[in-house]
Every structure is written in C-alpha cells, then in structure tokens.
C-alpha cells in the first residue's frame, strides 16, 4: 500500500492525543463523542484513495446525524500520517448514536473499513452488539486479530480491493 509509513511511537502519540480531545469534549459539552477513523492495518494508515473513503463515511455519518434531532456542539478533523480522523460532541441519546455509527459501519459499501467509536460522558467507550466480522474470511474480526490470522498483506489487498470500489 503506498503512502507514508508510521511507526509505534507516532500511533500511540495518536492515540494519547484522540484521548485526550475526547475528554475535552466531554468535560466542555457533557455529551457523548463520536470518533471516526479508518480501521487500515499496516504501517501506511492515509494515502488518496484512504481519505476518500474516509471523506465517504464523513460525509454518510454527518447526513444521518442531520437526519434526527441531533446537535454537534463543537468537532474536530485531523489529517495526519497517522490517519484521517474526526471527533465529534453529540448532543443525542448516546445508545441511539451507537446503533447509527453501527448501522453505517454494517451497511456502507466500505462501512467495514470505517471505525466509529461512541463514547459516553463517564469516557467509556459503547460496545457493539454483534461482533464485526473479519474482512477475508467472515469469521470474528477480532478473533482472526488476536490469532493473527491473516498477514498484513493480505489484509492490505483487501482493502486495497475494497477502496478500488469507490
């Protein structure tokens, strides 16, 4: 996959900093937070075809939030080599942002690519109901994670297989 490498140290920074708006954003709206990235494995996490997918769940998970009485108090995008990422504070019922982000992420062309955290306002993070399902083989995405099941590059042409469809 072509685009520029990250290492460990430039994720958790990433990480470390997404956190930490996320309690912002809390502790500033008292509302739950929704944050959007991409699930790209391997150390290349944005490249054009990468941001266009991430423009395409954006752009799905703002027109449903349009779509109901939600408000966004305040968000926050950022393109770093690290990825593509937006943060949102959602004045909305938190489990029906779950079920919406859920919904996107199950029925979007390239909604498995697509990872979108609901966060409450105690900053735990919601659960899916149903496990996500492995991109190559069907089975429990995090079970062939945990085994690694499936090498890098093979989950890297499968993505790439996936973006090729936008």
Do not use: W
């Amino acid at each position: 996959m072509q685009g520029e490498q990250v290492v460990l140290t430039d994720m958790l920074q990433c990480r470390e900093r997404r956190a930490q708006i996320q309690d912002t954003f809390i502790e500033q709206y008292h509302c739950p937070v929704i944050s959007f990235c991409m699930n790209i494995p391997g150390p290349v996490k944005t490249n054009e075809q990468i941001r266009a997918a991430f423009e395409s769940g954006k752009t799905t998970l703002l027109t449903r939030l349009e779509q109901t009485s939600a408000v966004i108090k305040n968000f926050l995008e950022i393109h770093e080599k690290t990825g593509d990422e937006l943060l949102l504070a959602v004045d909305y019922p938190v489990q029906e942002i779950k079920n919406l982000t859920t919904e996107i992420e199950e029925t979007h062309p390239i909604g498995r690519l697509f990872d979108m955290d609901v966060i409450n306002t105690d900053g735990q993070k919601l659960s899916r109901n149903t496990y996500r399902k492995c991109i190559i083989c069907g089975c429990q995405a995090q079970e062939c994670a945990r085994t690694r099941k499936h090498s890098v590059e093979e989950m890297q042409a499968k993505i790439e297989e996936m973006l090729n469809t936008l």
